[in-house]
């Protein structure tokens, strides 16, 4: 889109919600005159690389007019908030948001977030009762573009004014507005709430020699519409997330790992609703989660591994109807589930090491009493650690091949002699999550530039180990073979300098074994965030169909991921139907 045609959706956008704003108020004095009840409605917080400040008033102002319509309630005069705001300085705890509404005479406050991804648009809301009477209640509305953000903005408004107010009332009927379409804003589809792949113009008709084409991927063959669903923003930072079954009851859940706590969603729709969690230690920070039925008793067990800087403690939990119990805890293991060419599904693990975070040697693993015991070993090259692999026999040879990715971010395929058979040019991965990476003693071995402590050790200064997120091997184009899928996260500083990463967008890609290398099937669009994790669930009755869970820190800036507050979930309903198998390219 060129600069004038921004500037006049813009303003075009502007006028429409000031026009809406004026329209409503006009029509609903009378109801604000006389309403007991008043709403404070707080600035809009923006979560985005690209800069939506001309949304923020006019997005405010629209939500607050269709409150007013929907409710009968009075709004808070906005510089009485924002006066009581800057005084008492940056809001996020219930009791903080409780007392501002005291302070400014309103029975409850609001709170509205707008995250932009791509070309798409969140709105999460919450609403506090100023007395605390009432629990906490979220709310959520997407559009797939900006010209859907009026539409958004009034299902939020009818949400709020029916859940929290018990107001049932019709839907209103606004006028909804096209802006002109150019080739960079296309036309929004007919539904303005099925949300769309952020960037869904990236696969136009005729595009990559098909006549129609995905709005998620960029494929060799694939069809039918595969946008995404965005859940509610979440008032964490996701470290990993895995899905499965762990109720029993039939249906996938989620699992996500913050710094120091993991937590079990129920998917309701578009929303996750928590039904259980397990606290860990502050120190020993959450570096993995992988669920799996490893026991076959039709639910999945979550295991997961902390970090005491380079000393792991290991769990792993099992959902008991009503809350989660330990099968064991502890460990001084690093542990995952993993699928092995022959054995299939096994816990596998490695040990901690002493003076490094890793030791050579990875092992099959089983719980004995409430403890780990570890088996044969696998067999995988020494130089590789835990979460750097997975295995699968890409050629259909009956020997296995290690998919992994080294600190460097290159993609390698080895035998497990640890002989190379390949390795990409481009860089794949990009983590957060790290091992080590502070100042500690060892003892001395040589002359050396650290300081001597007066026991005769030095201080030395360990280089941080990152933990890549899986490598998921599922057969994606039903030729009978593995394929990879595996993120890229984008930044070329993260790349150059060691200990200091920043990833402010990311990809996933999917790839199949041409008989010389990895090749791409598809890869989606630039996402705004850092990809933390992902894992692809193949559907159990249509193996054509699959749906991929993508979890996505929103903002992480030049800072430990382990700080940063903001996190979502995407999920995509995939097909492959139309794939076949894949020859070059």
């Given at each position: 889109?060129?600069?004038?045609?921004?500037k006049q959706s813009r303003i075009v956008f502007s006028f429409i919600l000031i026009a809406s704003f004026l329209a409503l108020n006009l029509?609903?004095?009378?109801?604000?005159?006389?309403?007991?009840?008043?709403?404070?409605?707080?600035?809009?917080?923006?979560?985005?690389?690209?800069?939506?400040?001309?949304?923020?008033?006019?997005?405010?102002?629209?939500?607050?007019?269709?409150?007013?319509?929907?409710?009968?309630?009075?709004?808070?005069?906005?510089?009485?908030?924002?006066?009581?705001?800057?005084?008492?300085?940056?809001?996020?705890?219930?009791?903080?948001?409780?007392?501002?509404?005291?302070?400014?005479?309103?029975?409850?406050?609001?709170?509205?977030?707008?995250?932009?991804?791509?070309?798409?648009?969140?709105?999460?809301?919450?609403?506090?009762?100023?007395?605390?009477?009432?629990?906490?209640?979220?709310?959520?509305?997407?559009?797939?573009?900006?010209?859907?953000?009026?539409?958004?903005?009034?299902?939020?408004?009818?949400?709020?004014?029916?859940?929290?107010?018990?107001?049932?009332?019709?839907?209103?009927?606004?006028?909804?507005?096209?802006?002109?379409?150019?080739?960079?804003?296309?036309?929004?589809?007919?539904?303005?709430?099925?949300?769309?792949?952020?960037?869904?113009?990236?696969?136009?008709?005729?595009?990559?020699?098909?006549?129609?084409?995905?709005?998620?991927?960029?494929?060799?063959?694939?069809?039918?519409?595969?946008?995404?669903?965005?859940?509610?923003?979440?008032?964490?930072?996701?470290?990993?997330?895995?899905?499965?079954?762990?109720?029993?009851?039939?249906?996938?859940?989620?699992?996500?790992?913050?710094?120091?706590?993991?937590?079990?969603?129920?998917?309701?729709?578009?929303?996750?609703?928590?039904?259980?969690?397990?606290?860990?230690?502050?120190?020993?920070?959450?570096?993995?989660?992988?669920?799996?039925?490893?026991?076959?008793?039709?639910?999945?067990?979550?295991?997961?591994?902390?970090?005491?800087?380079?000393?792991?403690?290991?769990?792993?939990?099992?959902?008991?109807?009503?809350?989660?119990?330990?099968?064991?805890?502890?460990?001084?293991?690093?542990?995952?589930?993993?699928?092995?060419?022959?054995?299939?599904?096994?816990?596998?693990?490695?040990p901690g090491g002493i003076d490094s975070p890793f030791t050579s040697g990875i092992y099959e693993m089983e719980i004995i009493n409430g403890?780990?015991?570890?088996?044969?070993?696998?067999?995988?090259?020494?130089?590789?650690?835990?979460?750097?692999?997975?295995?699968?026999?890409?050629?259909?040879?009956?020997?296995?091949?290690?998919?992994?990715?080294?600190?460097?971010?290159?993609?390698?395929?080895?035998?497990?002699?640890?002989?190379?058979?390949?390795?990409?040019?481009?860089?794949?991965?990009?983590?957060?999550?790290?091992?080590?990476?502070?100042?500690?003693?060892?003892?001395?071995?040589?002359?050396?530039?650290?300081?001597?402590?007066?026991?005769?050790?030095?201080?030395?200064?360990?280089?941080?180990?990152?933990?890549?997120?899986?490598?998921?091997?599922?057969?994606?184009?039903?030729d009978n073979l593995p394929d990879i899928i595996v993120n890229k996260n984008l930044s070329t500083a993260s790349r150059v300098l060691k200990?200091?990463?920043?990833?402010?967008?990311?990809?996933?890609?999917?790839?199949?074994?041409?008989?010389?290398?990895?090749?791409?099937?598809?890869?989606?669009?630039?996402?705004?965030?850092?990809?933390?994790?992902?894992?692809?669930?193949?559907?159990?009755?249509?193996?054509?169909?699959?749906?991929?869970?993508?979890?996505?820190?929103?903002?992480?800036?030049?800072?430990?991921?382990?700080?940063?507050?903001?996190?979502?979930?995407?999920?995509?309903?995939?097909?492959?139907?139309?794939?076949?198998?894949?020859?070059?390219?």
């Open positions: 889109m060129t600069e004038a045609l921004l029509n609903t004095v009378s109801a604000s005159e006389s309403s007991q009840k008043t709403l404070a409605l707080l600035p809009l917080k923006i979560n985005a690389q690209k800069d939506l400040s001309y949304l923020k008033n006019g997005i405010r102002n629209m939500l607050s007019s269709r409150l007013i319509a929907n409710t009968g309630y009075k709004i808070a005069d906005a510089s009485l908030i924002e006066k009581n705001l800057s005084a008492s300085g940056p809001l996020v705890q219930p009791d903080q948001l409780q007392d501002l509404g005291e302070k400014i005479g309103a029975d409850f406050v609001l709170t509205v977030e707008l995250t932009s991804i791509g070309t798409s648009y969140s709105l999460d809301a919450k609403v506090y009762t100023s007395d605390g009477s009432l629990p906490v209640e979220t709310f959520y509305s997407s559009a797939n573009n900006e010209n859907e953000l009026i539409s958004a903005v009034d299902k939020l408004a009818l949400d709020i004014a029916e859940r929290s107010f018990k107001k049932r009332i019709p839907t209103p009927s606004v006028p909804t507005v096209a802006y002109p379409t150019t080739p960079d804003t296309p036309a929004a589809p007919s539904s303005s709430f099925q949300t769309a792949h952020p960037d869904r113009a990236f696969m136009q008709p005729g595009q990559y020699g098909g006549p129609t084409g995905s709005p998620f991927i960029r494929p060799m063959g694939l069809s039918g519409h595969m946008g995404f669903t965005k859940t509610q923003n979440l008032n964490l930072s996701i470290q990993g997330l895995d899905v499965g079954d762990i109720d029993g009851d039939g249906a996938d859940d989620v699992v996500i790992a913050s710094p120091n706590k993991i937590t079990a969603y129920h998917i309701i729709g578009n929303r996750l609703q928590k039904f259980g969690e397990v606290s860990t230690l502050v120190k020993n920070r959450l570096i993995a989660v992988n669920i799996a039925d490893l026991d076959n008793n039709g639910k999945a067990e979550i295991y997961a591994t902390g970090i005491d800087w380079v000393t792991p403690d290991s769990f792993a939990v099992e959902w008991d109807g009503k809350d989660f119990t330990y099968l064991f805890k502890d460990e001084k293991w690093y542990v995952k589930p993993m699928d092995v060419p022959g054995p299939g599904l096994i816990l596998a693990g490695q403890s780990l015991q570890s088996k044969e070993q696998l067999p995988v090259p020494d130089k590789i650690n835990l979460y750097d692999f997975s295995m699968a026999d890409l050629d259909g040879d009956g020997k296995v091949e290690i998919i992994t990715i080294d600190q460097a971010d290159r993609l390698k395929v080895l035998q497990t002699s640890g002989r190379q058979r390949w390795k990409g040019d481009d860089r794949f991965g990009g983590s957060l999550r790290y091992v080590g990476g502070r100042s500690r003693y060892a003892r001395g071995s040589g002359p050396s530039s650290a300081k001597e402590d007066i026991d005769g050790l030095e201080e030395v200064s360990e280089d941080r180990s990152y933990i890549p997120s899986r490598i998921v091997v599922e057969d994606i184009n039903n200990n200091l990463k920043n990833y402010p967008s990311g990809e996933i890609h999917g790839l199949f074994w041409n008989g010389i290398g990895l090749s791409e099937l598809w890869h989606t669009k630039k996402l705004d965030g850092y990809v933390a994790s992902y894992q692809l669930v193949k559907d159990k009755q249509d193996n054509n169909k699959a749906v991929l869970y993508v979890g996505l820190v929103l903002q992480t800036g030049w800072m430990d991921v382990f700080s940063a507050k903001e996190s979502t979930v995407l999920i995509y309903q995939l097909d492959f139907s139309n794939q076949g198998q894949q020859g070059a390219n």
